[in-house]
């Protein structure tokens, strides 16, 4: 009798989209150059204490920024003084891809989000 066994292709296409599912979910890791390492994932805040303040910026570096739809980032401070700029720039090899909010609530900060690898903003991204 013949062993039943899966066609190749199928467990290869399986494969594929276990690994894109796992992609999905949004993730901020933080590479530990300007504050601690770690990530976040999901629904989150970042607060200064993962970056350094020097003047009217908050500097923050990342290996890895995505957020999902449904989902969202947002930056926070606790800095007295006035903040001008978070600036986040991503050290990892991959893109970024932004398809939920963007956020801030420190008052009157511009983001500015720098990845050489590149930035895509989906249909459901807020900012």
């Known amino acids: 009798m013949r062993e039943h066994t899966r066609p190749r ?4 296409i399986g494969i594929g989209i276990a690994l894109l599912a796992g992609s999905l979910r949004a993730e901020v890791e933080f590479d530990g150059t300007l504050g601690p390492g770690g990530m976040l994932s999901g629904t989150f805040d970042i607060p200064d ?4 303040q020097v003047g009217g910026n908050l500097f923050h570096t990342f290996s890895m920024f995505n957020i999902n739809t449904g989902e969202s980032a ?13 600036i986040s720039r991503v050290t990892g090899g991959s893109l970024s891809t932004i398809d939920g909010l963007l956020a801030s609530t420190i008052p009157g900060a511009a983001i500015w989000l720098i990845n050489p ?6 249909d459901n991204a807020n900012l």
């Open 9 to 12: 292709h199928l467990t290869l």
């Open 49 to 52: 204490s993962f970056g350094t």
């Open 117 to 122: 690898n590149g930035v895509v903003f989906g």
């Open 74 to 86: 947002t930056f926070t401070s606790s800095f007295a003084g006035v903040t001008d700029n978070v």
